[in-house]
């Protein structure tokens, strides 16, 4: 293209205002519209899994694509409703982070969310509701967290990756889900983090927030939200944040199990986390938390040596409510797993079990409790 010179750059910008245009002078482009700016943060998983041909839908190997290339492989469209940076936090499967790392991805959220509009969280599936929950439990901002992953790899015919990372991109660049703490876009569909979990090994629709259900869907341009998470009602106020502010922990967290019951269970792995210094450990009982005669004595021994416990139930839904019983917390309808971040923080904070009961059956609970007037 001809340089413009100086006279009639002068000459068309006054054209330009004189009719009220924006078309900007150097090489005579229309101005972009500003979009918002989403932070992605890549830890690895299926989604960035690159498989051994096109077909091998169950065979490949995750945690391989860098976050960079896979959100270049979304342009140019992806420019046109965020204005996107990646960082690459780990690349992995999710199964293999620990606590410690948690505590970074926490922090990296935080950080990212101060100089962007909505941060996007790439992980495998496999435990995707626990990196959720503890991220809705831990990050401090009230601005969009929206985790996405997939079921098959990249690289196959087919494949859910692109499109989950795009509608992800496009939810939180959307702004839709401020105060709503962290949430999951997989498959089109919108989960809670406190209540989604992934429901099947394979099938692209395994996470599913059973009966509180999904909290909407990203249908192409159109962000359809149909409930918000129960904390929503403290939005813009101190008390949307969770009492759960990692800078003000001890270096090391508090550790936390889980045993399972089952018929004639045994005691022996209570006994052994307790031995190894298990501050607390989650039940995972039968039906209404019920669990075996031996894991109920191995639990007293445990309550005696000061372990805490969290009552949960493993039949995948329902509620344990809470009967002051010394030393074991009913959990509400937290799975096992999610209870054990939320009591893992819990002591963290204190050893007072009766403010640990109040956050188990309060915090971010599904029910909306309407005020006396
Ligand atoms: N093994 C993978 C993981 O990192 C599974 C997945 O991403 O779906 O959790």
């Known amino acids: 293209m001809r340089k413009l010179t100086r006279r009639s750059t002068v000459l068309f910008t006054l054209i330009s205002l004189a009719l009220g245009t924006t078309a900007s002078v150097a090489g005579a482009e229309p101005d972009k519209k500003p979009v918002p700016k989403v932070a992605v943060i890549g830890t690895g998983g299926t989604i960035s899994g690159v498989s051994k041909n096109r077909v091998s839908f169950q065979d490949y190997e995750s945690g391989k694509l860098p976050i960079s290339k896979m959100v270049d492989d979304l342009k140019p469209e992806v420019d046109t409703v965020a204005d996107v940076t990646t960082e690459q936090f780990g690349n992995k499967g999710s199964g293999s982070y620990s606590i410690a790392d948690y505590r970074r991805l926490t922090a990296t959220v935080d950080q990212a969310l101060k100089t962007n509009d909505a941060v996007v969280v790439t992980t495998g599936t496999d435990t995707m509701e626990e990196f959720a929950y503890w991220l809705d439990l831990t990050v401090r901002s009230d601005k969009p967290v929206v985790l996405t992953g997939s079921m098959r790899p990249w690289t196959v015919i087919g494949t859910d990756a692109p499109a989950n990372l795009y509608n992800a991109i496009h939810l939180a660049a959307s702004g839709k889900t401020t105060c709503y703490g962290t949430v999951l876009m997989l498959n089109d569909q919108i989960q809670a983090a406190r209540e989604v979990r992934k429901t099947d090994a394979l099938r692209m629709d395994t996470f599913s927030s059973g009966a509180s ?161």
């Open 213 to 373: 259900g999904e909290l909407g869907v990203v249908d192409q341009d159109n962000i359809r939200l149909n409930r918000a998470p129960a904390r929503i009602q403290q939005c813009g106020k101190k008390t949307w944040e969770t009492p759960f502010d990692l800078d003000k922990m001890g270096k090391t967290l508090p550790r936390v199990e889980i045993a399972y019951s089952y018929q004639d269970a045994g005691g022996e792995a209570i006994k052994a986390f307790a031995d190894a210094g298990a501050d607390g450990v989650v039940t995972a009982g039968t039906g209404a938390g019920g669990v075996s005669p031996q894991m109920s004595a191995a639990r007293k021994d445990a309550v005696k040596n000061g372990v805490i416990f969290a009552s949960t139930t493993r039949t995948g839904s329902g509620a344990v409510y809470d009967k002051n019983t010394d030393g074991v917390i009913g959990a509400d309808d937290l799975t096992p797993q999610k209870a054990r971040l939320l009591l893992l923080l819990s002591l963290a904070k204190t050893d007072d079990q009766n403010q640990i009961r109040t956050w188990f059956s309060t915090l971010g609970a599904a029910q909306f409790i309407t005020p006396r007037r």
